[in-house]
C-alpha cells in the first residue's frame, strides 16, 4: 500500500484572540505522495505556518482529520514526529554549542544510539557542506550555514518527509541558491518529500514540483508551477501604440483575444496595452493584422511568459507585494554567505 506523506481533510484552525475569533485555516484538504516538493505560497497571515503546525502537531486542529506519514496527527502525535522533520522558521540551534555537537544532541534527543548519531551527524554535515566547520560555535556561522545546519538538525533522525518553513527568508540571493542546491541534493540522496512555505516566487516556480496557493485560510490553487500559469493566466502581451488614443481605439478588438480566469481584460497604461492571451507566440500575428485591418496596428509588440506573482493577481485581484509580502529581492537581515 502506498502511504500517503500527507492526507488531510477538513482541517481547520480557529483561534480566540481578544475576544474575537481568528479563522487561520478553513478546510485544508491536501494530498502529498511519497518524494513529492511542495510550495505554499500566500501573503502574510494567509495560514501557511499554522497549517505547518497543525500537520506537525504543534497545534491541535479545531476541525477535520489528518494523517502524516501514516499516523493520525490527533491520536498519534509522537509517532507523527518521529516521522518527520521540522524547521520552523527561527534558527533552533543554540549559540555556545559546537557545530557537529549539537546535531548528535539533536539525534540523540531523538532517541538515536549515540554511535548512530555521530554517524548521521558526519554524513549529513559533509552532505550539506558544513564538514570543514564542524568545529566551530554555531555563533560564528553565516546566516546560510546556520539555515543549513537546521536543517541538519530537522534530518538526523532520517525522516521521510521534510517540512521547512520559509527556509531562505532573510538569506542573499546567493546563500538562498546554494541551500537550494542543498535542499535538492538531500531529496535525491534520501528521497525526503519536502513540504515548505515561502515567499519568493521564483524558488517556487523554479524548484517546487506543485504549487498550493494559500488566501484567507484557503487553498485556492493547486497545480504545477507551469499548469498554473497556462492555466489560469495564460501569456502576457505588450503593444506599443502610437498614442493613448490609438491604444485605447484598440481596447474593444484586444477584449476578444484577453484570457485568463475572467477577471482580466487588456489594461492600457498611457500607449501600452498589456493583455493575456493563450498561446501568444502563436496567435500574436493574426492579432496584429486584425488590428492592422482596423487601421490601428502597434508600433511594437512582446510577448513574456506569466509570473506565480500574475498568477496570485489573477486569482485574488492583488499581487503578492501588495499583500505585504516580501518580494523576490532577498532581503539580507543575516550576514552573507562564506564564499565556498
Ligand atoms: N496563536 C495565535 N493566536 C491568534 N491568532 C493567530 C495565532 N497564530 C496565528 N494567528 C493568526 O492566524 C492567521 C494566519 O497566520 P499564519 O502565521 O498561519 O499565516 P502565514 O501565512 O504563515 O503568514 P506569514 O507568511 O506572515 O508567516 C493570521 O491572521 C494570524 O494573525
Known amino acids: 500500500?502506498?502511504?500517503?506523506?500527507?492526507?488531510?481533510?477538513?482541517?481547520?484552525?480557529?483561534?480566540?484572540?481578544?475576544?474575537?475569533?481568528?479563522?487561520?485555516?478553513?478546510?485544508?484538504?491536501?494530498?502529498?505522495?511519497?518524494?513529492?516538493?511542495?510550495?505554499?505560497?500566500?501573503?502574510?497571515?494567509?495560514?501557511?505556518?499554522?497549517?505547518?503546525?497543525?500537520?506537525?502537531?504543534?497545534?491541535?486542529p479545531s476541525e477535520g482529520v489528518a494523517t502524516v506519514s501514516g499516523y493520525d496527527i490527533r491520536t498519534d502525535p509522537a509517532a507523527v514526529r518521529g516521522r518527520i522533520g521540522y524547521i520552523g522558521q527561527l534558527n533552533s540551534a543554540g549559540h555556545n554549542q559546537r557545530?557537529?555537537?549539537?546535531?548528535?544532541?539533536?539525534?540523540?534527543?531523538?532517541?538515536?544510539?549515540?554511535?548512530?548519531?555521530?554517524?548521521?551527524?558526519?554524513?549529513?554535515?559533509e552532505t550539506?557542506?558544513?564538514g570543514r566547520v564542524s568545529k566551530r560555535m554555531v555563533s560564528s556561522l553565516s546566516g546560510g550555514q546556520r539555515r543549513r545546519l537546521d536543517i541538519a538538525m530537522g534530518l538526523v533522525h532520517a525522516p521521510p518527509l521534510l517540512f521547512l518553513d520559509e527556509p531562505s527568508t532573510g538569506l542573499d540571493?546567493?546563500?538562498?541558491?546554494?541551500?537550494?542546491?542543498?535542499?535538492?541534493?538531500l531529496r535525491d540522496e534520501f528521497e525526503t518529500t519536502?513540504?515548505?512555505?515561502?515567499?519568493?516566487?521564483?524558488?517556487?516556480d523554479e524548484f517546487a514540483e506543485r504549487v498550493l496557493v494559500m488566501d484567507h485560510g484557503r487553498v485556492i490553487a493547486d497545480d504545477t508551477p507551469a499548469g498554473l500559469k497556462s492555466t489560469l493566466i495564460g501569456d502576457r502581451v505588450t503593444l506599443e501604440f502610437g498614442s493613448a488614443q490609438e491604444a485605447t481605439n484598440a481596447l474593444p478588438r484586444l477584449r476578444g483575444y484577453a484570457s485568463g480566469n475572467g477577471r482580466e481584460g487588456p489594461t492600457r497604461r498611457?500607449?501600452?496595452?498589456?493583455?493575456?492571451?493563450?498561446?501568444?507566440?502563436?496567435?500574436?500575428?493574426?492579432?496584429?493584422?486584425?488590428?492592422?485591418?482596423?487601421?490601428?496596428?502597434?508600433w511594437s509588440a512582446e510577448t513574456r511568459r506569466p509570473t506565480l506573482d500574475d498568477v496570485f493577481f489573477g486569482l485574488t485581484g492583488r499581487t503578492l507585494r501588495e499583500s505585504g509580502t516580501v518580494g523576490d529581492t532577498g532581503e539580507t537581515a543575516e550576514p552573507r554567505e562564506e564564499a565556498e
Open 270 to 298: 498611457d500607449t501600452r496595452v498589456e493583455l493575456p492571451v493563450p498561446d501568444a507566440a502563436r496567435r500574436l500575428p493574426e492579432l496584429i493584422l486584425e488590428l492592422a485591418r482596423d487601421g490601428a496596428a502597434p
Open 194 to 204: 519536502v513540504f515548505m512555505t515561502t515567499h519568493y516566487l521564483d524558488e517556487a
Open 173 to 185: 540571493p546567493q546563500s538562498r541558491a546554494n541551500l537550494w542546491r542543498h535542499i535538492l541534493k
Open 128 to 130: 550539506l557542506e558544513l
Open 99 to 125: 557545530v557537529r555537537d549539537e546535531v548528535v544532541m539533536q539525534g540523540r534527543f531523538y532517541g538515536l544510539p549515540r554511535a548512530r548519531a555521530a554517524q548521521r551527524a558526519e554524513a549529513l554535515l
Open 1 to 60: 500500500m502506498n502511504v500517503k506523506a500527507i492526507d488531510a481533510a477538513g482541517l481547520t484552525k480557529t483561534f480566540a484572540s481578544r475576544g474575537t475569533q481568528v479563522r487561520a485555516v478553513r478546510g485544508l484538504d491536501l494530498q502529498v505522495h511519497p518524494g513529492e516538493l511542495v510550495a505554499f505560497l500566500g501573503p502574510n497571515g494567509a495560514g501557511k505556518s499554522t497549517s505547518l503546525r497543525l500537520l506537525t502537531t504543534l497545534l491541535k
